[in-house]
């Protein structure tokens, strides 16, 4: 492929990369942000958890002084409400740090995009 003569000035040449690069960095930053906001909603929407928890522990009393309504003793209704809770939770935590470890919260797609960047401008240096 033969190359076009270019008869812009180095100074012109020089505006141009300048320009180019603040835009690059600009959309670099936006796609960055974009990424993390969209990470930070999902982590923030699993926060909202901590005030359903104190609502369960809550009711999980309401449940121990039920049982012993019933006639169990203090101890052993907080002993059973308290194994079953445990069992649950093994459970749940279980499963949570199974799709952790699924989610990366790196901003893959601006590591992605760096990179490109960094080739492209290897390649345009040859």
């Known amino acids: 492929m033969a190359r076009v003569p270019d008869d812009r000035s180095l100074g012109d040449l020089f505006s141009e990369l300048s320009r180019e690069t603040g835009t690059l960095i600009r959309k670099e930053l936006e796609l960055a942000t974009t990424e993390m906001?969209?990470?930070?909603?999902?982590?923030?929407?699993h926060a909202g958890g901590?005030?359903?928890?104190?609502g369960f522990l809550?009711?999980?009393?309401a449940v121990v002084?039920?049982?012993?309504?019933?006639?169990?003793?203090?101890?052993?209704?907080?002993?059973?409400?308290?194994?079953?809770?445990?069992?649950?939770g093994y459970m749940m935590a279980n499963r949570g740090l199974a799709a952790l470890r699924r989610t990366s919260v790196a901003p893959t797609k601006t590591i992605e995009t760096?990179?490109?960047?960094?080739?492209?401008t290897t390649r345009q240096r040859a």
């Open 37 to 45: 906001t969209a990470k930070l909603r999902t982590a923030s929407a």
């Open 50 to 54: 901590a005030l359903a928890h104190a």
């Open 58 to 61: 809550v009711l999980l009393a």
């Open 65 to 88: 002084i039920g049982l012993t309504q019933l006639g169990l003793t203090p101890w052993l209704a907080a002993l059973l409400v308290g194994v079953v809770t445990l069992l649950i």
């Open 114 to 120: 760096l990179k490109e960047n960094a080739q492209w």
